[in-house]
């Protein structure tokens, strides 16, 4: 019968700390505008496009990945990111950084990129025709 309430307390703390969890990780917002991610002392997702002209810089002793993004009124921002480039990296059409802007720079935890779609493609081949 003790093993019984034992068990049912340990799925009652899984539980509740994974709704916490969940809750918590809701809580981050997408922004587009630098000025206001540079701004936040909180995780945020900012999304915007790779800067094609700094290229970028993959540091292998430190395993860092670094590169400069653009919001959508051009103002720039380092990223460094620990870990190694995504392989769709340079045919990204947009980049979407989760981590916190602090000293100088954003550091990342996790880098998405959206890449051109073989269905945009078709439809402008389709509507030229």
């Keep these: ?6 068990f049912g307390g340990i799925i009652v703390a899984v539980f509740l ?6 809750l918590t990780q809701s809580n981050i917002q997408y922004e587009n505008d630098f000025a206001k991610v540079m701004a936040k002392d909180k ?15 993959l540091n292998k002793e ?3 990945f670094t590169f ?6 051009g103002k720039e921002m ?7 480039i995504p392989n769709n990296f340079e045919s990204a059409v947009s980049v979407v950084v989760t981590g916190k802007y602090q ?13 051109p779609s073989k269905y945009e493609e ?3 081949k389709s509507s030229s025709m």
């Design 122 to 124: 078709q439809n402008v």
């Design 43 to 57: 995780t945020v997702k900012a999304t915007g496009s790779w800067v094609k002209e700094k290229s970028y810089e």
């Design 68 to 73: 400069y993004m653009a919001d959508h009124s």
């Design 62 to 64: 430190n395993k860092t």
């Design 78 to 84: 380092k990223v460094v990111y620990h870990g190694t």
């Design 103 to 115: 000293n100088g720079y954003f550091h990342a935890k996790d880098i998405l990129t959206k890449c």
């Design 1 to 6: 019968m003790k093993n019984k309430y034992i």
């Design 17 to 22: 700390f994974l709704m916490i969890y969940l």
